[in-house]
């Protein structure tokens, strides 16, 4: 059967592998761009590099890019990061020069284009009102337009980085103080940006007015705490005390914490794909648990579609929560009918086209004995080229799988995310050109099944005051349309 | 209260740090020593080396300290091996000194005391027969008795392998042919062994009389493979034949496939840890999967016991299949109330002793939300040192669980292993002096629940003529007890 | 003997161990900052970078800590850079990042301090009128002004590069194109700087208007070349054409190259060390030889000095050159008393306090046979802290030597250089407060003798018309005091 | 001009890349295969492997391949080796489990075909005896008939190590005490062999009864010290006592020294190489210095000679001795006019054709300022293939010299090397075919000149009653010659 137009330039560009070298990515997923860590003033003397690497690993899901801490060490900032892992890129020997009671750590993912040493943070920077080194996690709408504009008056750029458009936007403001130029800056940023900067003296902790990404704040013993989530308070044994608001800058220093609203926005525009995939699921967000929300999405996904079928089964990792959800509120039995294999990583060696063709049996195996003669469920959070989905079922048929149904905790991607998210593959998103049908048949499954948009923000529950950015399912970015239209390829 | 003397004997062990270096290992579970992979004549000219590489990945949880691969070039062996993961053992330029068409490929895990570069396999060595490849999963009961008699008589020795003693044994054998040669040689081995060889024509695979350890046979084309499970063979699309049997020796060359029973042994005396813990889920072993049998074990466990309880919770991944299992029969939901953090590796660094302390936080991670307030079952598949389960326990109980029950899926661990598990700590089974009373206080759990012997024969139902080692937790280990009783400590 | 107030405090910097770490280094030399290399239009598709490879090799002497290359790959400037050896820094899978025919390269010494990833060069660094990237051998006296004001007007720095002021004032220069912002700029900078740049079109070479840095032009079928010294040439098999002029700019692009002076600078003040010891021998400079320069040199020193001996030793192998010329000029036979191990590198472990006291022998060793019962005259090419003269007196002396009589090519060092050599150590120049007779006492020689400032100049005889510093003998620094005296520590 | 048919056949060798890799190895030159290095009772605690350590780096230039430690620590063996220089097996971290105050080291160089991790030294072997590490220098000229024997009575081979052959012989030997076996052992041996052993208690140092190789003994307080040159004490401030004498075997334990004649072997053949070429200047040699001996054999080569010339140039740094000498005797200036670009090492890499050609140009410099215009004496110690020799004299040409005469300070080498020295290349020896005049004209030489082999013996001038092997030269091997027939190729 022939797709519409839109759909058949969709299928050509899924199927072109999206990285040519030998490296093994999982490249059907949605990608975080980062993880932000900040501690003021750890109790112990020198510990602060240490917690924010133990803070570091606990946010590595949100980038495995690079990694990199800078201490504060009397007032003196020292840098160290680098490509990889966070366990990669910090050796003990690493420890002895980055001695200090304040730190802020980030772990980065990027698309390859520029996955450069030089894009690494955090960014440390000197300028007439001190040092002052910064860490980001989002990604500035009019980023762009604002570079230009200090290019025009004789900025230079060592990187690709919004964060050092931020930090130019700092040193060319007319406050001399550091921080109050800092928070001047803000008004001029446009987009999604949770940041944690640290000058001589303070820590800084900043939401942008719509919230898009997540940032809360932890105390441990004396010290404060500031991470993308909550789980990297539990790694480190600090106490959860609340998110940073939208619109908030919090400043923790010698004399305290002070906190300064810098926006009347109203409206929030929090991501909800951290509910759906980014964030860790023992996080809390905005006093929701992420777990049990992913579960509350696949137990509503269970009462939307109706379906006779013998068993359910998670694509893991990403659909556990959701398929126990609708396990549990469909009554069809729960089954581990995929296996992960935990020891195939990053570095994995494809030596020949042969011996590549096998790479998708590397990571998930499907079992035959519980698949056998089934009418199969597979739940997933999401689809995004549609690639993956469309192995694994294929591979569950041939374990004997008699009927595969997808089903999906979220509705159709049909929108690339200008806030933060991978965004360098928008022509790439089956559901943005073809129809639930023609994805059905693409990726042969039996039946698909998306999440309604109302279903997934009722099974959320989070705080009802919170908003939610959902641009990626319905193209409501609502604001600075202007700069989108620009960067929409 | 106080335990009984032979309890708190085993509480000092438990409680000394098995490992003083800085690196993170998970120690607290009985461990495998080896996986062995054997591929004769691969379709692709200069494949087998990568196809072994593929192998050895799928079988990496059988060990993770060391890992190697011996080609067969036109008649030439080479070897490649060092210490670490497979990923990180094999680079890219590697494979081009790895030409040939068939190959040897093996995984070691080892007791810390012998984690020695010269202790890695595959062993190559070079006789007047020839030159031989040979990798070994499994242990010698009489290792130590044929090493001294080979050393009497001016053999010497570079390592402290098993396998090492069997290289001298074919060397000295009055059979000139080597393969000849090897399987003579086999009669004067006692205990578990499962091998993989290679010589310059041939590949050999073998099992011992008993079957202790695991070895299935499949065919990938016109090649014939052999692999420590069958989930090696998934991996790089290859076809299950059947288990190599116990007493049997497979022989594969340019004329094709010889079997030959060398041993009259009736009972066999397959390891049911490979069931329990060892083995990968989507392994089939002697005709019954491995998830399956785990899932029946836990189904088992809720028929034996009867507790009031809100909510079944796995440690994972250990407890995961038995937990399921556990909930269908019980009809107490399951939730999944920790996580496992899978960017903790074994290059985690522990900077200072407060930070070390922190550690355990790292791996696994309880959600208070699906905790909080429930009366748990907290399932795994079996209890070594005790210490993780305290740990865990404790954790439970801080995120607010109003009573932990915990649920093993296997029977109490009395004794060590002398066929091919660690068996450096026997001194730290908890079970090895303590009741089931003296244990459940001291992990603090509300109460403590093991499976029985019978149930877990029961459950794991394979094929009826397959007779178990079940010596772990009866002590009944049937053979040879002449150099057991030598070697326990 | 007492030595006077100002010589003690200067033994006493002497004897402090400079580094603390466990890494050799031979700290006892003045020593380069840097090396610069570029090439335009390679007549091999993508040669660029291997070329500049080899470049940096010959170069290799004028810095040892960091290398990078940056190649223009149509337009597009890549950038690959690195801590270490040239050998080190750059792997055979870098180069296929490093596409292209025109390329910049940089050799880096650099005092510990500032010995940070981020001060590796080239710098690269986009603005408003295109990519630009630098790399530079020499000092900015001026620099810290600059940066002053620069910061004063908004501009951020990512690290303490001179280069980072340059690149600054470029993007600020009122002239769009950013060859002629270039040229602008070049007006404002004080003091010492040979730079070669390149922008998305052309490749460009300067010198200021002193000349105190080396740079020579050569060519390479249709390539032009520019590098620190004519060594670099011979090494790819370029032709040399002339040293870039002090006060020179050399713009070379598409449409051949393109000559400006940019200075009415009439003095040249090239750098006199670049003959006594940083220049590799096989250089020529101004027209000549290092080599015979420095042989010229000793054969002086032999005529203004008379001392009775038996043989001429060099130390090796900043003394051997002196010494040949001095052994002509004398009639004493030469040599060759030490010996230099050429495995003893970097990374040398010394792991204890006692074993750490044996190194100085590990690096230069006497040969008793022919220094036993002689009166050595040994000759070096300056004494920097007195150290390493010292500790071979002191061994001479144990192997026999009758008498030791130290001869230096060149006058006592007492100041400091501003002008791109290792300024860092003032504090310890053993003849910046000791006398001829106090340092002869500590470095325990029977006889010191320096040569005249006007022998030395006398001996190169290198073009009339060149000028030379000799600020770090005479203190006569000649220009722009005001920035010195704020800078002399 | 044709070449006499053996000699094309030379030629056609000769031209052959000896090594496809792109490594950059200097093969042009006869190659030693090992140093050794023990010593016994260190003073401080565990200091052994770091005085083994500095001695592994003073041996450095007999082997660059691998390099290891086996230390005693309280009677069990610790070994730590691996591939390449000393500087980089060894980081600090590895010295903790080398502790101990006993240890044997061992550099290793080797032909590519051998270059394995598994043949690194020292062996570290077990047997009935005890345990018994090896480090060896030298060849054994029945290695391969003795292997043979071993294999048919059941020994196995994990390398291609003569030592290893040794092992078994000590392991085999009916003498129970491990020290006796050994002496026993060493009766089967015919060949050159220096060697250190270590047991549970003793150290051991050997030589075969002709003295091939070289060994001394020396004393560090209370410690005894073995190594294959003098040079090795001096860096560690250890006093030289004797040489271990042809047919010697050294014993030292607690009860002090014991030393053993077990040959009535009455003729040495000491390695004339070693004074030629491999061992250090600064070495003494039977009472000879090392450097002495290569200048009075460029003394007696310029009585030899007869050639009318301006200058004396020495090919670097091998031809820098001889050349001192010759100019003293000869009268014509010595001139450096060729440097060695001591940055150019062993992972240089080329990365394409044309690169490639230009690698000569990177190791080897002349300086046209004192070539030009004159008659050159080029001074070597030895001509091997000869392609080096003519590539030198072709770059001499390109910078003027009008006329260019080589002389050598050494005979023809006609013949290979079954002692010890690299044997692989027998068939690219150009003098082995090529008669003087075919050589002349092969290297474009004006003229050519060897030393005499009476020339030779009377310059070095070492104890009277030190025979020497000239094998090399005359074909003279003297004994084995049955065993030598069947290697030779």
């Keep these: 059967m022939a797709s519409s137009p839109a759909c058949n330039d969709k299928l050509k560009n899924r199927n072109r592998t999206p990285d040519s070298s030998t490296s093994f990515r999982e490249r059907d997923k949605m990608e975080e761009e980062c993880g932000v860590f900040g501690i003021f003033n750890s109790d112990e003397e020198d510990s602060a590099a240490e917690l924010t690497y133990l803070g570091l690993i606990a946010l590595q899901h949100r980038g495995q890019e690079s990694a990199g801490i800078c201490v504060n060490n009397g007032g003196e900032l020292n840098l160290h990061k680098g490509m990889g892992l966070v366990e990669n890129v910090f050796q003990e020997r690493d420890f002895n020069s980055l001695r200090g009671r304040s730190a802020v750590g980030h772990v980065r993912y990027s698309t390859s284009g520029s996955s450069l040493p030089v894009n690494a943070q955090p960014l440390l920077v000197n300028s007439i009102k001190g040092a002052l080194t910064l860490a980001h996690n989002g990604n500035l709408a009019n980023g762009a337009e604002l570079k230009h504009n200090l290019e025009s008056n004789g900025s230079i750029f060592h990187s690709t980085l919004d964060t050092e458009v931020v930090a130019h936007l700092v040193a060319r403001a007319f406050e001399n103080n550091i921080i109050e130029a800092l928070i001047q800056s803000l008004h001029q940023l446009k987009g999604a940006f949770s940041m944690v900067g640290m000058t001589e003296d ?117 659909g556990i929560a959701a398929a126990l959800g609708f396990s549990e509120a469909s009554g069809v039995p729960y089954g581990q009918g995929i296996l992960r294999n935990k020891y195939v990583g990053r570095t994995f060696i494809q030596p020949s086209q042969e011996i590549r063709d096998l790479k998708v049996r590397l990571k998930l195996s499907p079992i035959r004995e519980i698949i056998a003669g089934k009418r199969v469920i597979l739940i997933d959070d999401s689809i995004v080229r549609g690639t993956t989905s469309s192995q694994i079922i294929n591979r569950l048929k041939e374990v004997g799988a008699s009927e595969v149904h997808m089903a999906i905790s979220s509705p159709p991607v049909q929108n690339p995310c200008f806030f933060g998210l991978d965004t360098s593959r928008r022509q790439e998103l089956i559901a943005n050109g073809c129809t639930v049908a023609e994805i059905t048949e693409q990726i042969a499954a039996d039946s698909l099944h998306y999440l309604s948009r109302e279903g997934m923000l009722e099974a959320i529950n989070a705080d009802p005051d919170l908003g939610f950015c959902t641009a990626c399912f319905d193209g409501s970015y609502r604001l600075a349309e202007r700069y989108l239209t620009e960067e929409v390829r």
């Design 202 to 318: 303070s820590l800084v902790a900043i939401r942008d007015p719509r919230g898009f990404r997540p940032l809360s704040l932890g105390r441990l013993g004396d010290s404060y705490v500031v991470a993308s989530e909550s789980c990297a308070f539990d790694i480190i044994g600090a106490e959860f005390i609340r998110d940073v608001e939208p619109g908030e800058v919090v400043i923790i220093n010698e004399e305290g914490l002070d906190s300064r609203k810098y926006s009347g926005e109203k409206n929030s525009s929090f991501c909800v794909f951290e509910y759906i995939y980014f964030a860790r699921p023992d996080s809390n967000i905005a006093g929701q648990n992420v777990l049990l929300a992913r579960k509350a999405m696949g137990r509503k996904l269970a009462e939307e579609m109706k379906v006779d079928a013998d068993i359910v089964v998670p694509v893991p990792d990403s």
